[in-house]
Structure formats: structure tokens, C-alpha cells
């Protein structure tokens, strides 16, 4: 299996700023990289997938990149409904694996 | 607009099955996609356990392999997740979706406690 390791496991933030996670695979996914968010009581919601593509309706202050083994998440200008957990899943070969999470709150 | 809604019971005794359906309204499940259950467990860890594709076949998590099942009722637009011979860490949300490339629409999930 493809294990994904995600960094931070949690990060504090003030509105406005900007924050970047990032996700480590265990070997070359090629580009085949997700991003979920997910809000408490919610179920995750896409944002990216393609490691760089931006799923329709989500908002451009999010960003994606990275190839190979490294990838990573930039959120810029914080809004404070970004305030939420984040994952990255391989979405290359099954069995699909996520990362660990990334819980960033307010600071 | 696609919906997706798990159901079943909220507890589950150990050693027996759990079964939960996902019902799907806005797409139809034979027209296209894979159809995914995935897991979030206590402590957040998530995982995929397999899906059943738009044609009827099936890929699980290794993991799993020997104990789960995924089927479909065409006719009700609903496809189902068994999970045999459960343990007290097989305690989660359930969650079923429409998968591809990421997992596009999710339903709201579905909470199941396995206890005696």
C-alpha cells in the first residue's frame, strides 16, 4: 500500500494569512494526488484533485502543486470558514490511502 | 444534483455483520463511476474499504478483503456494504460516495458503534 504522511498534524492561523500542508507519499504517485476538506459533523468535501486542480465551485485562494513523492496544500488569505481538517489521499492505486489529517484552527 | 444517504443500524454486537445502505438520488449508479464506502475512525484516521463499479464489479481494500462485501440494487439505485465478524475497532463513520478521480459527493455518513 501507499502510505501518505501529512504535515502538520495541526496548525493555528489568523484570518488573512496564509498556511501551507503538505503531504509526503511513500513512493511516486505520479501527480494522482486529492485534497478533502472537512468541517466537524460534516462529510469531506474535494477540493483538489490532479494535485493541482481545482475541483469546480472551490474557491481560488486554494491551491495545489507538487509531483513525484511531494505535494502540498496552500490556502491563501484565510477566510474563516477555511478553519477545518484537511487530507490528502492517493489516487493512484487502490487500495486509496489518506494522509493523517491536518486540523488548522484559529489562532 | 447528486445525494447520497447511508442507513442502517447504529449498533452493531461484536462478532456479528454490519450493513449499511447507500441510497443515490440525482445520478444513476449503472451510468458511470465507482462507488465507494470509506471509513473515518475515532482519532480521525480514514479509510477506503472498496467500491462497486458502474458495471457491477467489485475492489476492496486488501485489508478487508476477507470480510467485506459490496452489492448494489440496481432497480432501487442503491448499492450496500456488508462487513462480517466485526470488533470493537470496526467502531466508525461510515461514509459512502461517488468515486473517480477523488470522491466527488459524499453522503452525510453514518455513525456505527460496535458493542456488546
Known amino acids: 500500500d501507499i502510505q501518505m504522511t501529512q504535515s502538520p498534524t495541526s496548525l493555528a492561523a489568523s484570518v488573512g494569512e496564509s498556511v501551507t500542508i503538505t503531504c509526503l507519499a511513500s513512493?511516486?504517485?505520479?501527480?494522482?494526488l486529492v485534497w478533502y476538506q472537512q468541517k466537524p459533523g460534516k462529510s469531506p468535501q474535494l477540493l483538489i484533485y490532479g494535485a493541482t486542480i481545482l475541483e469546480d465551485g472551490i474557491p481560488s485562494r486554494f491551491s495545489g502543486s507538487g509531483s513525484d513523492t511531494q505535494y502540498s496544500l496552500k490556502i491563501n488569505s484565510l477566510q474563516p470558514e477555511d478553519f477545518a481538517s484537511y487530507y490528502c489521499?492517493?489516487?493512484?492505486?487502490?487500495?486509496?490511502?489518506f494522509g493523517g489529517g491536518t486540523k488548522l484552527e484559529l489562532k | 444534483e447528486i445525494q447520497l444517504q447511508e442507513s442502517g443500524p447504529g449498533l452493531v454486537k461484536p462478532s456479528q455483520s454490519l450493513s449499511l445502505t447507500c441510497s443515490v438520488t440525482?445520478?444513476?449508479?449503472?451510468?458511470?463511476?465507482?462507488w465507494s464506502w470509506i471509513r473515518k475512525f475515532p482519532g480521525n484516521k480514514m479509510e477506503w474499504m472498496g467500491y462497486i463499479s458502474y458495471s457491477g464489479s467489485t475492489n476492496y481494500n486488501p485489508s478487508l478483503k476477507s470480510r467485506i462485501s459490496i452489492t448494489r440494487d440496481t432497480s432501487k439505485n442503491q448499492f450496500f456494504l456488508q462487513l462480517n465478524s466485526v470488533t470493537t475497532e470496526d467502531t466508525a463513520t461510515y461514509y459512502c460516495?461517488?468515486?473517480?478521480?477523488?470522491?466527488?459527493?459524499w453522503g452525510q455518513g453514518a455513525s456505527v458503534t460496535v458493542s456488546s
Open positions: 460516495a461517488r468515486s473517480l478521480i477523488g470522491m466527488d459527493a
Open positions: 440525482g445520478y444513476t449508479i449503472t451510468s458511470g463511476y465507482d
Open positions: 489521499q492517493n489516487g493512484l492505486s487502490t487500495p486509496w490511502t
Open positions: 513512493e511516486d504517485i505520479y501527480g494522482s
